[in-house]
Antibody, heavy 127, light 110 residues
Framework: QVQLQESGPGLVKPSETLSLTCTVS????????WSWIRQSPGKGLEWIGY???????KYNPSLNSRVTISVDTSKNQMSLRLTSVTAADTAVYYC?????????????????????WGQGTTVTVSS | QSVLTQPPSVSAAPGQKVTISCSGS????????VSWYQQLPGTAPKLLIY???KRPSGIPDRFSGSKSGTSGTLGITGLQTGDEADYFC???????????FGRGTKLTVL
């Protein structure tokens, strides 16, 4: 059974960089897409972006200039970096396995949902 | 303001049935699959329905999903007090190029 575990600092200062890691256990990080999602009381669930093990990725345009998602297949881990954070970035951050199919010949994109979630990690942006 | 609209809350008595709607547009629900998530207090979301109406292994058949046009619906029958949670819909939006979620519906089992 695949399990995900987020880890990283719970407190980040304004203007600094938020860095989180998602460790995949019970299965391989290869062959699936992996997403970061955050949840704050004011904005509900917000998708941050996804990455495939081949390092193909897509980010939410609203965060695009500040976000980097990477994958380390040797460690079975995915990482998130969010630069220049403000109080608005305070949230619970989740990683999740995303079921996505992209047909190579047509580039048709099919998103089915997120079937495995980590327990989430709370990040507070404050000085 | 979310691109997917859900009612803020619904309620029903134990044993009864409830439906939760998720309204979108042609750029999201109209042309993409809907998924539904249950979030119990203090826990991570859990996938209940994917591909509009399919249940992952382990999800009881009390939970069902449907889609018509630009709206999706989650149905829960035989309500139990343990079903009290927030329920979210989600899908892909091809105009925004993002995964989008509804703001969530709080279910109260009276």
């Amino acid at each position: 059974q695949v399990q995900l575990q987020e880890s990283g600092p719970g407190l980040v200062k304004p203007s600094e960089t938020l860095s989180l890691t998602c460790t995949v256990s019970g299965g391989s990080i290869s062959s699936y897409y992996w997403s970061w999602i955050r949840q704050s009381p004011g904005k509900g669930l917000e998708w941050i972006g996804y990455i495939f093990y081949t390092r193909s990725m897509k980010y939410n345009p609203s965060l695009n200039s500040r976000v980097t998602i990477s994958v380390d297949t040797s460690k079975n881990q995915m990482s998130l970096r969010l630069t220049s954070v403000t109080a608005a970035d305070t949230a619970v951050y989740y990683c999740a396995r995303s079921v996505i199919v992209i047909i190579p010949t047509t580039q048709n994109f099919y998103y089915y949902g997120m079937d495995v979630w980590g327990q989430g990690t709370t990040v507070t942006v404050s000085s | 303001q979310s691109v997917l609209t859900q009612p803020p809350s619904v309620s029903a008595a134990p044993g009864q049935k409830v439906t939760i709607s998720c309204s979108g547009s042609s750029s999201n629900i109209g042309n993409h699959y809907v998924s539904w998530y249950q979030q119990l207090p203090g826990t991570a979301p859990k996938l209940l329905i994917y591909d509009n109406n399919k249940r992952p292994s382990g999800i009881p058949d009390r939970f069902s999903g449907s889609k018509s046009g630009t709206s999706g619906t989650l149905g829960i029958t035989g309500l139990q007090t343990g079903d009290e949670a927030d329920y979210f819909c989600g899908t892909w939006d091809s105009s925004l190029s993002v995964v989008v979620f509804g703001r969530g519906t709080k279910l109260t089992v009276l």
